[in-house]
């Protein structure tokens, strides 16, 4: 097979999207084991000329890139003119695998496309127009045109089953894998004194309000760190002397902050998977989690869940989170070692052969 396969969102900093996409495709060209050509592109800016290569260094793959001035601008209009054909750049392919911010044309092969959550149609209230924008009209032609949707969860799935009428044949769940620096073993960051970390771009669905209210019910000999970068929305009040503000952080930073934390904290309201909290897990971080079942994958028996809306029980959760951390470390060990990007592109191949067939 010929596969053309979308990066166009890796031209921005790592979110849990660009981690799913990186992710997957280094999967993809592990399961292909160079039996399959796989072809990353991506009409991008400046910026993207420079990141997407970054973020694919190392990958065994042909990577097309494409410049173009206010390259979002012209994604969008190629995607709602139809024209021209993504061969016209790539040449013949089998397969098109599009992501979340272009639905480019095509003449012929399979046409597939990742659904990583429908936030923007279940709650637009959560996200700029922009991407209210992008992601409807996105939406609309996928649930036409596509023959695959790879889904992050059985949630997520589920969720395009019901709200899009997507047949269940056109549907693969592709659970995201673990990157390797996210282990148990390695150094801990040390940020002074004891902490809770959590992991959030700044947006209301994040929830960090309702954290912070959690973290102010402790006994004040932790922290709060807070990694993400910033987001849209209302912001959350952050100017309590025990909270950290650490921003936008590498991955092998990350990793030791996972590894330093007393526990990690993940209250969000609605997520398609949740890969911080396998991230975690992997690393030995006792978890506490949101009881909302769109984490259920991501948790599974592993953390303590609570309401994501009540303060007390977020709190209550963390108290019992550090005096059962022995217990939820070796469970969450166990749960997170179940999760492969080398599986994940085997789901990935494996559908498209399916459709070729």
């Known amino acids: 097979m010929r596969i053309a396969f979308d990066v166009s969102p890796l031209s921005h900093p790592r979110t849990g999207i660009n981690t799913y996409i990186r992710g997957s495709l280094a999967g993809l060209v592990q399961a292909a084991a160079g039996e399959h050509e796989i072809v990353a592109f991506a009409p991008t800016s400046p910026r993207g000329l420079e990141a997407i290569p970054a973020a694919l260094e190392g990958l065994d793959l042909d990577l097309r890139l494409r410049f173009l001035p206010f390259a979002h601008y012209w994604r969008q209009a190629w995607s709602r003119l139809g024209r021209p054909a993504a061969e016209r750049f790539l040449g013949a392919f089998d397969v098109l695998h599009f992501s979340d911010w272009m639905f480019p044309p095509q003449r012929s092969g399979v046409r597939a496309t990742t659904i990583h959550d429908l936030v923007p149609l279940r709650f637009p209230e959560w996200v700029t127009k922009r991407t209210l924008s992008m ?79 959690a973290f102010r019910l402790l006994d004040g000999d932790y922290a709060l760190a807070i990694v993400g970068a910033e987001g849209w929305g209302d912001r959350p009040q952050l100017d309590h002397p025990g909270i950290i503000r650490l921003g936008f952080v590498a991955d092998a930073e990350l990793a030791r902050l996972y590894r330093g934390a007393a526990a990690f904290v993940f209250p969000s ?27 259920n994958e991501a948790a599974g028996d592993a953390a303590v869940r609570v309401e994501p809306g009540d303060p007390e029980a977020i709190a209550a959760g963390v108290e019992r989170a550090l005096a059962e951390s022995g217990e939820l470390r070796a469970r969450g060990l166990a749960h997170a070692s179940r999760f492969s990007w080398l599986e994940t592109g085997r789901v990935f191949l494996q559908g498209y052969a399916d459709k070729l067939r």
């Open 135 to 213: 992601h409807a009209t996105k939406y609309r032609d996928a649930a036409a045109t596509c023959d695959l949707f790879f889904c992050n969860s059985r949630f997520t799935a589920d969720d395009v089953h019901g709200r899009l009428g997507v047949a269940e044949d056109r549907l693969r769940v592709a659970h995201p894998g673990v990157d390797e620096q996210y282990t148990a073993e390695g150094e801990r960051a040390d940020l002074g004194r004891p902490y809770l970390l959590t992991v959030a771009t700044l947006e209301p669905r994040k929830n960090l309000d309702t954290l912070v209210r």
């Open 269 to 295: 309201y609605f997520e398609g998977f949740g890969i911080p909290v396998i991230e975690a897990m992997a690393s030995g971080a006792p978890c506490v989690v949101s009881s909302h079942p769109s984490l």
